[in-house]
């Protein structure tokens, strides 16, 4: 069947508030050597296309400026050069933009096949969050059998991949979360103990639930939190930061628990990452957490499900926090 000469997409004729956006028209875009076309079924909805909606995450030069970091759906083209995929397999990635429209160009090296019984939506919820904690917690962090870790933003979509991981690689898991359903959802994904940091001072139940303190801190809070992070971690621990909800700049920190306790702090960002980093995350992600998705051990959190003409809805559902897991867009 001969693809179409135009797609639908949202676009983005200024920054600003949800209501910028809007549903428009343009050419399919063209494969470069190593990438894949896929025809979008369901794509996530993510914190940084908020920000790049605001004006604040600009996308890299190379990339698309369409928003959106992970798709799923049927391959319609695939460039020279792609060996491990072909035109009508089902598959999910992280895309470098350009994944809130019909048709998206994945590096084929981004791409994962579906897990056994997954449909599109289940499948695009997985790209962004797996990529980023698996890259952050594991990767650099180091997370191990035996560990500890405390995971912030717990009820969030990188919260909820987090802490199923975490289990499942067999770590005790801490999560803070702001309400007390949002704790309830974070124990019952696995967590030891979750922490309702609205009405407790989650450093002082660390202090209390742990004699040394915990090994990893995923943290999205940045300076708000740095502090109290540093005054969590035990020994030889390691603080990882990949956001910066609660501010860049800290002010007037006691730096000295990273001498006296031999603290990493590490941190990192995935749009930036070069396609050979992405590369071996993908590999990573499909040797060691795939499985565990076949066998039903580990799933995507899905709050709600738009259709791809209620974005703005999607966006406004994001800003508010109100959600536990991933929003996800549905194409028809």
Request: proline share 6%; net charge negative.
């Amino acid at each position: 069947m001969p693809l179409p000469s135009e797609m639908r997409f949202v676009d983005l004729p200024s920054f600003g508030g949800p209501e910028v956006m809007t549903i428009a028209r343009k050419p399919l875009p063209v494969l470069n050597p190593g990438e894949i076309l896929v025809r979008v079924e369901a794509a996530g909805v993510n914190r940084p296309d908020v920000a790049q909606r605001q004006g604040i995450y600009p996308p890299p030069k190379e990339a698309s400026p369409i928003l959106g970091l992970e798709v799923a759906g049927e391959i319609v083209d695939v460039a020279p050069g792609v060996t491990e995929f072909a035109i009508g397999n089902k598959v999910c990635g992280l895309a470098n933009g350009g994944g809130y429209a019909e048709y998206c160009v994945l590096p084929a090296s981004q791409a994962l096949r579906f897990p056994n019984g997954y449909d599109a939506v289940h499948a695009a919820a997985l790209p962004e969050t797996f990529f980023t904690v698996w890259a952050n917690l594991f990767q650099m962090a180091g997370l191990t059998e035996g560990e500890s870790v405390l995971i912030h933003g717990g009820s969030s979509g990188i919260g909820t991949t987090a802490i199923q991981l975490a289990r499942a690689f067999g770590a005790t898991v801490y999560a803070t979360a702001g309400s007390k359903e949002k704790c309830q959802a974070c124990e019952k994904l696995g967590a030891k103990r979750a922490i309702n940091y609205k009405a407790e001072d989650f450093a002082e139940v660390i202090k209390a639930e742990t004699e040394h303190g915990v090994d990893i801190i995923l943290d999205m809070i940045g300076a708000a939190y740095l502090e109290k992070n540093l005054a969590s971690l035990a020994r030889d621990g390691c603080l990882s930061i990949i956001a910066f909800l609660g501010g860049a700049v800290a002010e007037k920190v006691n730096l000295t628990p990273i001498m006296v306790k031999r603290l990493t702090v590490t941190g990192s960002t995935m749009r930036p990452r070069t396609a050979e980093e992405k590369r071996a995350v993908r590999d990573d992600l499909l040797s060691q957490v795939w499985p565990l998705l076949d066998r039903g051990t580990v799933a995507p959190v899905i709050y709600r499900t738009f259709s791809f003409d209620d974005v703005i809805e999607a966006h406004r559902l994001m800003e508010t926090s109100d959600h536990i897991g991933k929003i996800m867009l549905k194409l028809a």
